[in-house]
């Protein structure tokens, strides 16, 4: 079975701190697929990044950045230089390869709500 | 770019009552999935549709049921509705190609449909 916990319910920072949301996951599967995904109070699921599991290389992306650590299965996502529009709950999510037929099911994480103040 | 759309975008029922959910994913994408995301809650999977065909199936009470049309699109159907049921129902939609191109394999979300249930 596959399992994401985000031990982090909720963290406040001001802006322009730098927040780092934890991410760890369980599976038995060797090829996986790792995802964040925002989702701000209009609701909508806005996808930030997909990782494959033999690709430990760590991103950036503007003031994003992610940190795939496979030894301890944790898939961190910090922000830099936090801003108020970063304000929303993000989710850590996990698939398994998907097969011939295509469907790959996402376990998400429950959740770690961000609060950006001015 | 084309996204998924869902209709309606809010929609409110009375218990016991019955309500159908409409998902056309971006065009070219061949499989839908279904989340349901209650208050506060993460997404959790209800079923996916690849080719028109089942293809995994999660926490859908049976008084759910969905099918995926010949243009792709699907629909979500609920029945005897409870107050339980009110939530945020995702679709997303793929395309996964070939096993050679898993990065195809992306899920798409679509904005969500708020169902209320009185």
């Known amino acids: 079975a596959q399992k994401v916990t985000q031990a982090q319910t909720e963290i406040s920072v001001v802006e322009k701190e730098d927040v780092t949301l934890d991410c760890v996951y369980e599976t038995r599967d060797t090829t996986y697929y790792l995802f964040w995904y925002k989702q701000p109070p209009s609701g909508e699921l806005v996808f930030l990044i997909r990782r494959n599991s033999f690709d430990e290389q760590n991103e950036i992306s503007g003031r994003y950045s992610w940190n795939f650590q496979k030894s301890t299965s944790s898939f961190n996502f910090t922000i830099t230089a936090s801003q108020v529009v970063d304000s929303a709950v993000y989710f850590c999510a996990l698939s398994r390869e998907p097969m011939n037929s295509g469907y790959s099911t996402l376990t998400f994480g429950k959740g770690t709500m961000l609060l950006v103040s001015p | 770019a084309a996204g998924v759309i869902q209709s309606p975008r809010h929609l409110i029922k009375e218990k016991r009552e019955t309500a159908t959910l409409k998902c056309y994913p971006i065009p070219r994408h061949d499989t839908v999935y279904w989340y349901q995301q209650g208050p506060g809650q993460d997404p959790q999977f209800l079923i996916s549709?690849?080719?028109?065909?089942?293809?995994d199936k999660g926490s859908i009470p049976d008084r759910f049921s969905a099918q995926q049309f010949s243009d792709y699109h699907s629909e979500l159907n609920m029945s005897s509705l409870e107050l339980g049921d009110s939530a945020l129902y995702f679709c997303?939609?793929?395309?996964?190609?070939?096993?050679?191109?898993?990065?195809?394999?992306?899920?798409?979300f679509g904005p969500g449909t708020r169902l209320t249930v009185l």
């Open positions: 997303a939609s793929s395309f996964p190609g070939l096993a050679a191109n898993r990065k195809r394999d992306e899920q798409f």
């Open positions: 549709f690849y080719e028109k065909m089942q293809s």
